[in-house]
């Protein structure tokens, strides 16, 4: 009896070509649901169609079929939707085209949100990841990427930014920045973008671009928006004022590096360009006297130590340093008059030395004194650097003599 039951089981049980015959049509029937399952062409032009329905319901939702139709495919599936509807809608009339503009308008933002967040946000965040020859946007978040980082705060910051450029990646002008108070994340976000996003590669001195930048960098409003705020995108934007002021693309000078450093007060990346300069072997005039004002304002500002190994001896020496920084006709101020003089006050032309500047940082250190009765007399106060630059100087030989003779009894006193 049991030998019978087994050989009726081995005769009710199916061979092997049966068992692949069903595994095949088990594969071609799931296959074949998720082919209907796929928006088709016949499905698209039919709900093409019913976007003329006299019905607005029903266009309404045909609009709302078509929006879910292409949620969720890829991109080719998703350009032969759009090939579609551009067909269909040659034919159709002037409502029924608004529309399916209207419709392709929103699939193109979908499509761009998508791209974005696959990119920014999905497995292809690490920028050596990123293929780029992809697309565009892949390119530009590597380029991005290189400059502020990989972390949380850069992409989200990018995100922010490329969905604001939209499909086309039409990055905003800093020619059209904002400069009102209700405008000034705004203009951050312009910033951001045009310092990331759009910066040349290879330094561009002397060039409209750079010049113009410069000047929209500098607006105060801006800065003082960047520096107050303890937001991701204002930390973003610090670390692309210190990319550029490191990589400087738009070939600016040493002053105008270290007034942005300033300005922002990025005190880290200032000091290291004070260092630059401080400890070159010949450095120029203007650079050197600029970044002696300058690491005396992160002195006064940042608590930075005031005795260095290396820019002691740099500045020791740049007291008998008698190259021009800079001769200043355009700010003519009064020549103070003596009580014997009966003359009015002149006005007079101040020549700058770098002698000029480093004995009056050295003075800084001293007892209280105002040097402008010790023949310094023109000095005038900056908003950025603390004393401005072409201020610090003399209208005559005679007077610097004078000058230098009593800040040297006053390095004797201490």
């Known amino acids: 009896m049991l030998q019978t039951v087994h050989s009726l089981r081995r005769q009710c049980a199916p061979q092997p070509n049966v068992w692949a015959l069903l595994v095949a049509t ?36 045909a609009a709302d079929h078509l929006l879910a139709e292409v949620t969720g495919v890829d991109q080719l599936q998703r350009e032969r939707i759009i090939q579609t509807m551009l067909r269909e809608s040659l034919l159709a009339d002037l ?7 209207r419709l ?31 697309s565009p946007l892949a390119e530009t978040w590597r380029t991005f990427a290189g400059r502020v980082g990989n972390d949380r705060e850069a992409r989200e910051t990018f995100r922010q930014i490329a969905l604001r450029a939209g499909p086309t990646l039409h990055w905003p002008q800093l020619s059209h920045l904002p400069t009102r108070d209700q405008r000034r994340e ?24 750079a010049k113009r930048v410069l000047s929209q960098i500098r607006q105060t409003p801006l800065a003082e928006h960047s520096v107050t705020r303890a937001d991701a995108g204002s930390r973003v934007m610090g670390r692309l004022i210190d990319r550029t002021l490191q990589e400087n693309p738009y070939g600016w000078t040493m002053a105008e590096r270290l007034h942005l450093g300033l300005l922002y007060q990025r005190d880290r990346e200032t000091e290291t360009l004070c260092q630059d300069v401080l400890l070159a072997q010949r450095p120029l005039a203007g650079d050197l ?28 020496a740049s007291r008998q340093d008698r190259r021009v920084v800079s001769v200043s006709p355009e700010q003519l101020v009064g ?45 005038q106060a900056d908003p950025v650097w603390g004393t401005r630059l072409s201020s610090i100087g003399f209208a005559s030989e005679a007077e610097r003599a004078a000058f230098l003779a009593w800040a040297e009894t006053v390095h004797a006193d201490h």
């Open 26 to 61: 088990t594969l071609l029937v799931f296959g074949s649901s998720a082919q209907s399952q796929s928006p088709t062409t016949e499905s698209v032009e039919s709900l093409v169609l019913r976007l003329a329905d006299p019905s607005p319901i029903t266009r309404r939702r």
């Open 95 to 101: 409502e029924t085209q608004l529309t399916i503009d």
């Open 104 to 134: 392709l308008d929103e699939i193109t933002s979908l499509a761009h949100r998508q791209n974005v967040d696959r990119i920014v946000l999905g497995m292809l965040a690490t920028p050596d990841q990123v293929d780029s020859s992809e």
């Open 186 to 209: 705004r203009a951050g976000i312009t910033l951001i973008s045009h310092l990331g996003c759009v910066v040349p590669e290879t330094p561009q001195p002397h060039s409209v671009q």
């Open 289 to 316: 006297a600029a970044a002696i004002l300058a690491r005396q304002q992160l002195i006064a500002t940042a608590n930075l130590p005031t005795s260095e190994t290396g820019m002691e001896v740099t500045l020791a």
């Open 335 to 379: 020549q103070p008059r003596n009580s014997t003089n009966s003359l009015p006050m002149l006005p007079a032309i101040i020549r700058t030395r770098v002698q000029d500047v480093a004995v009056w940082a050295s003075l800084q250190n001293a007892p209280q004194r105002d040097l402008r009765e010790h023949g310094m007399w023109g000095l």
